[in-house]
């Protein structure tokens, strides 16, 4: 079954930067490379999403790139604010089901 | 949430006990998904269904875990002789159409087994 691992576990970055989050899947058959942003308490919210036929998609701040070759997708934060400290999920779609990574934690520092 | 609920919202219960965790997505979708997050962790996919019919049963951790749906309403999820590692946080989730459509998370079900 498709497997998706994400790193880091844990990333933070001064209010402003850039931060990168990484995943990668085992599954080709992967089709749809959802992210979700989960603030402390409460539920998880999709923040974008990609599909097997594009390379990148872009919204605002943030971006997600597609490596189909290498199987690996990366999701993108520009001029980082202080409302995107969260847990990031990645996740990969197969077929019926979405397969989600372990999760990023951002901090924004001040 | 786009018009998830899950009841109850917190369950404590004693190791042994069965437990049942209801999931509406008010606006009838056709997809519904389950998911469980242990404290600090992922989201762990334990099934779907698209109607009333649960094609993929694979993340169900164990014969104590079952679940069901009415038509494209309410689904029910009932641990049997619940352990502590049963403990976390019962998500679910539904999607218009399947896996490729958004999905919209309900406020979750934190059970805790004593």
């Known amino acids: 079954g498709e497997n998706v691992e994400q790193h880091p576990s844990t990333l933070s970055v001064q209010e402003g930067d850039s931060a990168v989050i990484k995943c990668t899947y085992s599954?080709?058959?992967?089709?749809?490379f959802p992210w979700y942003k989960q603030e402390l308490g409460k539920r998880p919210q999709l923040i974008i999403d990609i599909r097997s036929n594009v390379g990148e998609k872009k919204d605002q701040r943030i971006a997600v790139t597609l490596n189909k070759t290498a199987k690996h997708f990366s999701l993108h934060i520009t001029e980082t604010q202080p409302e995107d400290s969260a847990v990031y999920f990645c996740?990969?779609?197969?077929?019926?089901?979405?397969?989600f990574g372990k999760g990023t934690r951002l901090h924004i520092l001040p | 949430g786009a018009g998830v609920s899950q009841s109850p919202s917190n369950k404590v219960t004693e190791k042994g006990k069965d437990v049942e965790l209801r999931c509406d997505p008010i606006?009838?979708?056709?997809?519904l998904y389950w998911y469980r997050q242990r404290l600090g962790q992922g989201l762990e996919f334990l099934i779907y269904f698209q109607g009333n019919s649960a094609p993929d049963k694979s993340g169900l951790p164990s014969d104590r875990f079952s679940a069901e749906r009415t038509g494209e309403s309410v689904s029910t999820l009932t641990i049997q002789r619940t352990q502590q590692e049963d403990s976390a946080v019962y998500l679910c989730a539904k999607a218009a159409g399947g896996s490729t459509d958004t999905q919209y998370f309900g406020p979750g079900t934190r059970l805790t087994v004593l």
């Open positions: 996740a990969a779609s197969p077929d019926d089901k979405i397969i």
């Open positions: 606006s009838g979708h056709t997809a």
């Open positions: 599954d080709s058959a992967s089709n749809y």
